[in-house]
C-alpha cells in the first residue's frame, strides 16, 4: 500500500499562493498517474488536478491557470503550486495515485483575509 504525506498547506490571504507537496512511498510512483483532491465542509471530494507518468496535465476548470500541477519521480514527490487563491479554495487537499486506494491524512487551505 501506498503512502501519502502532504505538505504545504495553511492560511492565506485572497490573491495569495501556496505550493503544497505530497511524498509517496514505494516504487511504482513513477509508473502511477497523480491526483490532487480537494474536499470543502460539506461537499464533495472534487478532482483539481492531474499529471500522467508522461507528464500530461489536466486541470479542473475552476483551476485552470492558476494551479499547476508538477511531478519529480527521482524525489517519489508531486506538487501543487496555487496562485490567485480565493476563498472557494479553501479546502483539505490531498493527493491520490490513479488507479489505488491509497488517501493521505491530508493538508488543510485556508484562504481568508
Known amino acids: 500500500q501506498v503512502q501519502l504525506v502532504e505538505s504545504g498547506g495553511g492560511l492565506v490571504q485572497p490573491g495569495g499562493s501556496l505550493r503544497l507537496s505530497c511524498a509517496a512511498s514505494?516504487?511504482?510512483?513513477?509508473?502511477?498517474?497523480m491526483g490532487w483532491y480537494r474536499q470543502a465542509p460539506g461537499k464533495q471530494r472534487e478532482l483539481v488536478a492531474l499529471i500522467s507518468p508522461g507528464g500530461n496535465k489536466n486541470y479542473a476548470d475552476s483551476v485552470k491557470g492558476r494551479f499547476t500541477i508538477s511531478r519529480d519521480n527521482a524525489k517519489n514527490t508531486v506538487y501543487l503550486q496555487m496562485n490567485s487563491l480565493s476563498p472557494e479554495d479553501s479546502a483539505v487537499y490531498y493527493c491520490?495515485?490513479?488507479?489505488?486506494?491509497?488517501w493521505g491524512q491530508g493538508t488543510q487551505v485556508t484562504v481568508s483575509s
Open positions: 491520490h495515485p490513479i488507479p489505488g486506494n491509497s
Open positions: 514505494g516504487s511504482n510512483f513513477r509508473i502511477n498517474a
